[in-house]
Nanobody
Framework: QVQLVESGGGLVQAGGSLRLSCAASGAIGGINDMGWYRQAPGKQRELVAAVTSDSSANYADSVKGRFTISRDNAKKTVYLQMNSLKPEDTAVYYC???????????????WGQGTQVTVSS
């Protein structure tokens, strides 16, 4: 069974940094795009950053210049380095990946369980 497991959330002061990790495991035939989304209380889930299999990245305007997404294909892991954090970055962060399970021709979106990031002012 395919799973995405996140780590690295926590509480940090404004201006600080955190690094999120998300590792895919299970019977995986292929991984396409990987990304990070976030959802703040009372708001819709939004895309933070995404990276293609050849490491082409795109970012939400609100995080450009502060966040960096990267991936290690050998480890089936995607990272989100978050610098210069602001209170408005507070949210639950979710990992997402488009994965084709082993012995399947179907690609599906998988989600992690979410990790809380809290930025205090």
């Amino acid at each position: 069974q395919v799973q995405l497991v996140e780590s690295g959330g926590g509480l940090v002061q404004a201006g600080g940094s955190l690094r999120l990790s998300c590792a895919a495991s299970g019977a995986i035939g292929g991984i396409n795009d990987m990304g990070w989304y976030r959802q703040a209380p009372g708001k819709q889930r939004e895309l933070v950053a995404a990276v293609t299999s050849d490491s082409s990245a795109n970012y939400a305007d609100s995080v450009k210049g502060r966040f960096t997404i990267s991936r290690d294909n050998a480890k089936k892991t995607v990272y989100l380095q978050m610098n210069s954090l602001k209170p408005e970055d507070t949210a639950v962060y979710y990992c997402n990946a488009r994965i084709r399970p082993w012995r399947s021709s179907e690609w599906s979106d998988y989600w992690g369980q979410g990790t809380q990031v809290t930025v205090s002012s």
